[in-house]
T-cell receptor, first 115, second 113 residues
Framework: EPEVTQTPSHQVTQMGQEVILRCVPI?????FYWYRQILGQKVEFLVS????????KSEIFDDQFSVERPDGSNFTLKIRSTKLEDSAMYFC?????????????FGPGTRLTVT | KNEVEQSPQNLTAQEGEFITINCSYS?????LHWLQQHPGGGIVSLFM???GKKKHGRLIATINIQEKHSSLHITASHPRDSAVYIC???????????????FGTGTLLAVQP
C-alpha cells in the first residue's frame, strides 16, 4: 500500500541553524501539507501546497518557514533560523484532491529538537 | 475556545470493555476524521465521515451534524487498542475553500489486560 515517507526521523540542530525536512508524498496525490505537534500539545496546521504554490498557511507559518517541491517526488519544509520553540514533531501529509474533506495520509513524522 | 473538543482526555479500560470517546466541534464542517496516534508519533486515519455511521472491525464512528458531535466506539477492547485517538475536522468556510484539518487534543486510551 502506498505511503507517505519522511526523512530524517529525528533531527537535532542548534538554535539559529537552518533545517530542511523532507517528505515523499503518495505518488498520485496532488495536495501536500505540513503539520506540527509540540510535545504534549495538539497537532497544528502549518501549510498546504498545490500546483507548486502555497494554497493556505497558518499564522505559525511565518517568514522563517518555506516549502518547496524541488522535483517530482519530494516535498520539503525549510526552517531558516531555528528557535527553541520550533522543537516539535513535524508531519507531512498528502491527499488525492484538495476538496475540503478529502482524506489526508500522514507520514511517520520527523522529530525536530532545537538546542 | 478550542474549535474541536474531545472527552475524556484520558481513559483507562479493562480488556473487553466497550469504549466511547466523544468529540464536539464549533465550526461548520465538510467532514470529520478520527485518527489514531501510537507512541512514537505516527498518525493513521481511522474514519472520515460527514453523516451517519461507519464501522470497521471493532471500531464504530458516528456523527450528528445538527448537534456538532461525533463519537468513536471500540467494542471488545484489547490492549493493542492503547493509543491516542484524535478527532479532526475539515472546516467549511463559506466564500472560500480550505483543506486544512483542525485537530482536537486527543484522548489517551490505555486498555489493561
Amino acid at each position: 500500500e502506498p505511503e507517505v515517507t519522511q526523512t530524517p526521523s529525528h533531527q537535532v540542530t542548534q538554535m539559529g541553524q537552518e533545517v530542511i525536512l523532507r517528505c515523499v508524498p503518495i505518488s498520485n496525490h496532488l495536495y501536500f501539507y505540513w503539520y506540527r505537534q509540540i510535545l504534549g500539545q495538539k497537532v497544528e496546521f502549518l501549510v498546504s501546497f498545490y500546483n507548486n504554490e502555497i494554497s493556505e498557511k497558518s499564522e505559525i507559518f511565518d517568514d522563517q518557514f518555506s516549502v518547496e517541491r524541488p522535483d517530482g517526488s519530494n516535498f520539503t519544509l525549510k526552517i531558516r533560523s531555528t528557535k527553541l520553540e520550533d522543537s516539535a514533531m513535524y508531519f507531512c501529509a498528502s491527499s488525492r484532491g484538495g476538496e475540503s474533506g478529502d482524506e489526508q495520509y500522514f507520514g511517520p513524522g520527523t522529530r525536530l529538537t532545537v538546542t | 475556545k478550542n474549535e474541536v473538543e474531545q472527552s475524556p482526555q484520558n481513559l483507562t479500560a479493562q480488556e473487553g470493555e466497550f469504549i466511547t470517546i466523544n468529540c464536539s466541534y464549533s465550526v461548520g464542517i465538510s467532514a470529520l476524521h478520527w485518527l489514531q496516534q501510537h507512541p512514537g508519533g505516527g498518525i493513521v486515519s481511522l474514519f472520515m465521515l460527514s453523516s451517519g455511521k461507519k464501522k470497521h472491525g471493532r471500531l464504530i464512528a458516528t456523527i450528528n451534524i445538527q448537534e456538532k458531535h461525533s463519537s468513536l466506539h471500540i467494542t471488545a477492547s484489547h490492549p493493542r487498542d492503547s493509543a491516542v485517538y484524535i478527532c479532526a475536522v475539515s472546516p467549511q468556510w463559506y466564500g472560500g475553500a480550505t483543506n486544512k484539518l483542525i485537530f482536537g487534543t486527543g484522548t489517551l486510551l490505555a486498555v489493561q489486560p
